[in-house]
C-alpha cells in the first residue's frame, strides 16, 4: 500500500511537472523580434516618490536585455520598444510598419513593455556576454570611461505587448525565452517587416535639414519636444503594485514649431492600463529624444547623425508632471494639429475610438535634459520652458505654419486612402476597424464583455470606398447622416443580436456630432507672421486648471 501511495504521488508530480512547459507562441515571437531589432527604449522607475523616465540605448542577446549606464546600483524599471523606432526610413512623419502605413498608436504597430530587475552582470563571463553584445550594437560604448559605466542586466518579470487589434495582453516570460524572433502579420490585414525587403532610404532631403544652433538649452529642449510625433508616457503602475511603468502614445505640440507651447497633446482610450494609472495617479513623465526625429537621420540611415541614442550630443528629455485633461478651444485645435501630424490616426483628430478615452496634456512641474558634451543633465526652469517663444530668426529653416478652425483633409495633408480610418465604413459591412484598437485591458481581458475574436474586417474595397468618401463629403452629407440616425438604429436592432446595431448608430452619431461641432466651431485664423501670441489662457488650458 506505501509503495502503492507513493507511485501515485510521484506520478502526480511529474504530470505537474509535465503540465508545466514552455513553447514558442506567436505573441512571444513579435516580442522576441521587437526586443531584437531595438537599439533603443524608454527606461521607466519610481524616484522621490514620482516616476521619472529616460530614453536609454540597449542590446539583446537571446532575449537578455543588456544596457550600460553610469549607475550601479540595482533597481526596478521599465523598458518601453515601439516598432515606429526599428526603421529609421520610416522615420519622416512617424510612419511603422511594412509599407509605413501606420502610426505608432495604431496596435499594429507593435508596442512592448518589460518590467525588470536591472543589476550588474553576475560574475565576469557573464559581463564579457554583455559588453559584447552592447559595443557591437553600440560601438561608441567603448570609447566612453569604463570607471564610469557599469553594465547591467534586465531580469524581465512581466511583459505587456500589444502588436494587432484586440487589447494589449501580457506574454508569458518562460515563453518568451522558448521563442525565436518572428515579426508576424497582422489578423486584419498589413504585411509584416520581415515580408518586405528593408530598404536603405532615408529621409528626404526637402525634410532633412540641418540642426539648429541653439541659443540656449531652452530653446533647444522647445524644439526637440515640438518635432517629437509619439512618446513613452510613464506612470505609476496600478496593476504591478506601484512601480513605474512606460506605454507608447502618438503626441501633437501644436501643427509646426511656430504654434507649438511645449505642452505635448495625446490621447488615452478608456480600458488602456495607463488611463488605468492615471485615473489612480496622474503624475506622468514624457519622453523624448533626438534618435526619433527624421531631421537627424543620415545619409548611411544612421539615426541622431550617427550618434549614440546614450550620447551627450544625442539630446533627450524628460518632462515630468501631473496629466491634465483638455477640453474647450484647446481640445478643438489639438484635434486639427493630429490630423495634420498623424494622417494615419483619424481617430486622433475625430475624437477618439469607440471605446470612450479622453484627451490630456501635462502640467510640467519638473524638467531633465541632457543636450551637452558634457553629458550631464541640464537644469532648464519650467517658467523658461513655458514661456519660450520660438522665433522665426532663431530657427530660418523652419516651416510656417497657419492655425486653422478646419480639421485638414486628406489632400491636404498627403493622408492615404488606405489609413484604415477608424471612423469610416470598410467594403460592405459598414463595420469600423476602431472597435478592435484596444478591446481589452493590460491583462488580455476582454473589455465591457465585447468578444472580438474570429472578427476579420473585409478591406478589400478599402482604398477606393475611403477615397469617395473622403472626396465627397460635404454639409450635405453631413446633413443625409443626421436624418437617417433613426433608420440605423432601426436596422441595426433587426441585425443587431447586441452588437451590429448599436456599433452602427453610434459610427453615425458620432459622425453627425463632429459635424455639428465642426460646424460651430469658432474661427480662429492665426497668421505667425502677424506676431500674434497664443496664450495658455486663448488656447482654453485654463479650463483644465493648468493656469
Known sequence: MVVRNFTREALLLLFLIAGKTTHATKSGENARWLVQESSWGTMSWLEGGGVSNMVTSLAEKDGRIFIYIPFGESFNGAMTFSEASVRTDLYEGAKCGADGQLDPEDPRCAKLTASCRFSKCADEEACKVAKETLFALHPQMAEWPADSYTVQEGQINDLWMIADYGGGALVDTEDYFASTAIRHKSAYGGRNLQETAVTTSTTSTSTRRTKPEFENQVAHARWLVSKSLWTTVSTTSVRLADVGWGNIRSVVDGECLFTSKGLPVFYLPTPDPTNIDVASNNQIALSFSEAA???????EGSLCESSDPDAPTCAKISLQGNAVPIQGAALERALIAFGITHPRASWLSSGGAHTGGGYYTI???????????????????????????????????????????????????????????????????????????????????????????????????????????????????????????????????????????????????????MSAKKAHSSSYQTVLSEGHDLSLKEVGVVETGLV
Open 293 to 299: 526625429l527624421p531631421e537627424l537621420v543620415n545619409d
Open 363 to 513: 502640467d510640467v512641474t519638473a524638467i531633465e535634459f541632457f543636450g551637452s558634451f558634457k553629458g550631464d543633465m541640464q537644469t532648464i526652469s519650467v517658467d523658461d520652458y513655458k514661456n519660450y517663444n520660438p522665433s522665426p530668426t532663431d530657427f530660418p529653416n523652419e516651416q510656417f505654419c497657419v492655425q486653422s478652425d478646419t480639421p485638414a483633409s486628406s489632400e491636404q495633408t498627403g493622408q492615404s486612402t488606405e489609413h484604415y480610418d477608424h471612423g469610416q465604413q470598410h467594403g460592405q459591412t459598414g463595420q469600423s476597424t476602431e472597435h478592435y484598437e484596444h478591446g481589452q485591458e493590460h491583462g488580455g481581458q476582454e473589455h465591457a464583455g465585447h468578444d472580438h475574436s474570429g472578427m476579420t474586417p473585409d478591406h478589400s474595397a478599402m482604398t477606393s470606398n475611403n477615397a469617395a468618401e473622403s472626396n465627397g463629403t460635404t454639409q450635405e452629407n453631413d446633413i443625409t447622416i443626421s436624418a437617417n440616425v433613426p433608420l440605423a438604429l432601426f436596422a441595426g436592432m433587426l441585425l443587431g443580436f447586441g452588437f451590429w446595431g448599436p456599433l452602427i448608430y453610434h459610427k453615425l452619431t458620432n459622425q453627425a456630432q
